[in-house]
Nanobody, 126 residues
Framework: QVQLVESGGGLVQAGGSLRLSCAAS????????MGWFRQAPGKEREFVAAIRGSGGSVLAADSVKGRFTISRDNAKNTVYLQMNSLEPEDTAIYYCAAQRLAFRTIAMAQHEYDYWGQGTQVTVSS
């Protein structure tokens, strides 16, 4: 059974940092693109960042460019999201996602991802 388990969320002051982790189990995702999405209260879930299976290419939303960095450790079957210079607008539940197959193009659309974690809450106070 495939599982994605996020961790690392919490409460932080504006300007602070958090590092989210997403540990996958049940199969290897070393060849699959993986991504992070978030859903703020009263808003739809949105794309944050994604990384190719090889780790060679990344894609990030304009709202987080220069502040968030996605990375992965395929030996640990884990993807990370380093979040710096956090703002209250970053408050949301953050979800990890993975594609079942290997694709060359990094996807931003939610429907392109087959597996999802339960999410971890990130709250940024002003």
């Amino acid at each position: 059974q495939v599982q994605l388990v996020e961790s690392g969320g919490g409460l932080v002051q504006a300007g602070g940092s958090l590092r989210l982790s997403c540990a996958a189990s049940g199969r290897s995702f070393s060849n699959s693109n993986m991504g992070w999405f978030r859903q703020a209260p009263g808003k739809e879930r949105e794309f944050v960042a994604a990384i190719r299976g090889s780790g060679g290419s990344v894609l990030a939303a304009d709202s987080v460019k220069g502040r968030f960095t996605i990375s992965r450790d395929n030996a640990k079957n884990t993807v990370y999201l380093q979040m710096n210079s956090l703002e209250p607008e970053d408050t949301a539940i953050y979800y990890c996602a993975a594609q079942r197959l290997a694709f060359r193009t990094i996807a931003m659309a939610q429907h392109e991802y087959d597996y999802w974690g339960q999410g971890t809450q990130v709250t940024v106070s002003s």
